[in-house]
């Protein structure tokens, strides 16, 4: 199994949003055993921040192999599926805010206008280590709303084939592809003509 550290040589950086990846890949794990060498672990991510890096690393799901699947919804949220089992499980993260003094407010307040002065970093920088410990010590269930379902399992991923676009010369994927003036053509080239 990977460790947090390889998330962190992956992403960077340690932070809030990779202990928070890294504690829903190792809850879909402990569900579904090893990370996935090809598609048969398929993770549903309804975010992109900086826990679904932590969430690839982790399980092997992966946008290259197609068994990452990206939903903008802005959510701490995640589902995981096995193939050809079905089973699924649904990870809602739910992490309380912790109570913050007037220095902290006023720091938080100062930093996000852009304010970088050393205080304030230090303000800053000491409060997410506490999240951070906070989100790597916590109990599961403390932290992780778990629901067990059977859910639609998508398609595998396909391999199409790749055509040259007679505008750029580039090449692109075959359902991309449009057909322009008689001309084969990317999208970029297709919309920048129309």
């Avoid at 109570?99 to 970093?121: C, H, I, L, M, N």
């Avoid at 639609?152 to 084939?161: D, G, K, N, S």
């Amino acid at each position: 199994m990977k460790t947090y550290d390889e998330a962190v040589e992956f992403h960077g950086h340690s932070c809030p949003g990779l202990a928070i990846g890294y504690r829903v890949a190792l809850r879909a794990l402990k569900e579904f055993g090893d990370r996935a060498e090809d598609e048969e672990l398929v993770a549903i991510v309804e975010n992109s921040s900086c826990a679904v890096d932590a969430v690839q690393v982790m399980t092997g799901c992966t946008f290259g192999k197609g068994n990452l699947i990206f939903h903008d919804y802005g959510k701490q949220v995640y589902t995981f599926m096995q193939r050809p089992s079905g089973r699924s499980i649904r990870i809602s993260v739910d992490i309380q805010k912790q109570p913050e003094s007037p220095e902290e407010k006023t720091a938080w307040e100062k930093y996000r206008k852009g304010d970088r002065t050393k205080k304030v970093q230090q303000v800053v920088h000491d409060r997410k280590a506490a999240k951070l410990t906070y989100i790597l010590e916590a109990k599961d269930k403390e932290i992780l709303t778990v629901t067990r379902s059977r859910a639609a399992m998508p398609a595998e991923a396909h391999i199409y084939r790749s055509l040259t676009c007679d505008c750029c010369r580039e090449q692109m994927m075959e359902p991309r592809a449009r057909i322009m003036n008689g001309k084969t053509v990317c999208l970029p080239c297709f919309e920048r003509k129309n």
